[in-house]
C-alpha cells in the first residue's frame, strides 16, 4: 500500500521516467561525439548518461521503500542530430534546464501535500542541479570561446583530463 500521496507519486514517478530519458539523451550526445572524434566529451557524456542512470535508481528505490512500483513509460528517442559543438553544449544546458524544473515539480507537489519524507528525499536532487546547470553553462561558455583553430580539440582533452582527473584512485 503507498505511503505517498497520489500527486507526490504522480510527480515521482514522471521525474523517474524523465531521468530514464535524460540518461538515453546523454547516450545519444556521447555516440554523437564520439562520431566526431570529441573522445573527451563522449567520455564526459557518458558519465553524465551513469548518472542519470543513478539517479532513476534512486528515485525507484524511494518509491518502492514507501511501498510504489515505479512505472516505466516509453522513452521518447532523443535527439541525436547537431550542426555543431556548440548545439550539443546548448541541448546539454536544456536537458539540465528541464530536469530542474521537473525536480523542483515533485519537491512543490511534496511541500503542498506536506510530504515530509519526499521533501527532505529531493532536496539532494535540488543542490545536485545547481552543480549540473552551472556545468552545463559553463561546458557552453567554453565551447562558445574555442574560436581559435583547434580550440575545440584543446577543450576535448581539457574534459578528458578533468575526468582523470576526478577518477577515484586505485590504491
Given amino acids: 500500500m503507498s505511503q505517498i500521496p497520489a500527486k507526490v507519486q504522480s510527480e515521482l514517478i514522471r521525474q523517474f521516467n524523465q531521468e530514464l530519458s535524460a540518461s538515453h539523451s546523454y547516450h545519444a550526445l556521447a555516440l554523437w561525439c564520439d562520431d566526431r572524434n570529441y573522445k573527451g566529451f563522449a567520455s564526459y557524456f557518458a558519465k553524465q548518461r551513469g548518472e542519470e542512470q543513478a539517479h532513476a535508481a534512486k528515485i ?14 516509453p522513452v521518447p528517442a532523443p535527439r541525436q542530430n547537431f ?17 530542474t524544473k521537473g525536480i523542483v515539480a515533485v519537491y512543490e507537489a511534496a511541500l503542498a501535500d506536506k510530504d515530509y519524507a519526499a521533501q527532505v528525499f529531493m532536496q539532494w536532487f535540488i543542490n545536485e542541479q545547481v552543480e549540473e546547470e552551472a556545468w552545463s553553462l559553463e561546458m557552453v561558455e567554453r565551447v562558445q570561446a574555442a574560436t581559435c583553430a583547434g580550440g575545440f580539440s584543446d577543450l576535448d582533452r581539457h574534459i578528458e583530463r578533468y575526468l582523470a582527473d576526478e577518477a577515484p584512485s586505485e590504491a
Fill in 60 to 73: 525507484s528505490a524511494h518509491l518502492i521503500d514507501r511501498g510504489v512500483l515505479p512505472e516505466l513509460s
Fill in 83 to 99: 550542426k555543431s559543438l556548440l548545439e550539443v553544449a546548448q541541448y546539454t544546458q536544456e536537458l539540465e534546464d528541464n530536469n
